[in-house]
Every structure is written in structure tokens, then in C-alpha cells.
Nanobody, 119 residues
Framework: QVQLVESGGGLVHTGGSLTLSCAAS????????MGWFRQAPGKEREFVAV????????YYADSVKGRFTISRDNAKNTVYLQMNNLKPEDTAIYYC????????????WGQGTQVTVSS
């Protein structure tokens, strides 16, 4: 099994910055990708950004391109989301996801961290 713990959420004003972290533990040896999703009240969970196991390939939702940067550490066990020029529309609970190839493709989710951007 894989466990994911997010941290770094908080309250910022429009135009501010936050960095989210997601620490993975457990059986992470066959990780395909790690990424971030977010969910605002009354809305479906939406994709934000993803990074491949190698760290060389990244992809972003159009809404965050040019403002957010996803990265991972040398051990490939922690993924980060650097969020710049935050907007009120970015307010949501942010969830970390790890996709594993062990026993078939399987997704693991963290508990989420709240990001609130005030006007």
C-alpha cells in the first residue's frame, strides 16, 4: 500500500504564492506518475498538474499554466506544487495522487490540504 500526506496549504491574498508538498511512503517502487487535483465546494474534482516517474515530463491544466510548477525530489518520494500569482478561483482542497503500476494501475490519494485565496 501507499500513503500520501499533503502539507503547505493556507490562506493567501490574490497574487500571493504557496508551495504544496506531498510525501509518499510505503510501496512506491512502481510509481507511474504523481500529480495534484483540486475540488471546490459544489464542484467536481479537477486535474491540476502531473509529473512522470522520471520527473522529465509534466502536464498542466490550462487554468494554471504559467503560474504553477510541479516537481519532485531526488528520491522520487515527494512531489511539490509551487503556486504563484494565486487567484480566488484557485480556492479549493488540493489532493495529491499517485498512480502505481503494481497489481494493475492503481490510484492512491492523500487527505487533502485547503488553499484559500482572498480578494
Amino acid at each position: 500500500q501507499v500513503q500520501l500526506v499533503e502539507s503547505g496549504g493556507g490562506l493567501v491574498h490574490t497574487g500571493g504564492s504557496l508551495t504544496l508538498s506531498c510525501a509518499a511512503s510505503g510501496r512506491t517502487f512502481n510509481t507511474y506518475t504523481m500529480g495534484w487535483f483540486r475540488q471546490a465546494p459544489g464542484k467536481e474534482r479537477e486535474f491540476v498538474a502531473v509529473i512522470s516517474w522520471s520527473g522529465y515530463t509534466t502536464y498542466y491544466a490550462d487554468s494554471v499554466k504559467g503560474r504553477f510548477t510541479i516537481s519532485r525530489d531526488n528520491a522520487k518520494n515527494t512531489v511539490y506544487l509551487q503556486m504563484n500569482n494565486l487567484k480566488p478561483e484557485d480556492t479549493a482542497i488540493y489532493y495529491c495522487k499517485l498512480r502505481s503500476g503494481s497489481q494493475g494501475p492503481t490510484d492512491y490519494w492523500g487527505q487533502g490540504t485547503q488553499v484559500t485565496v482572498s480578494s
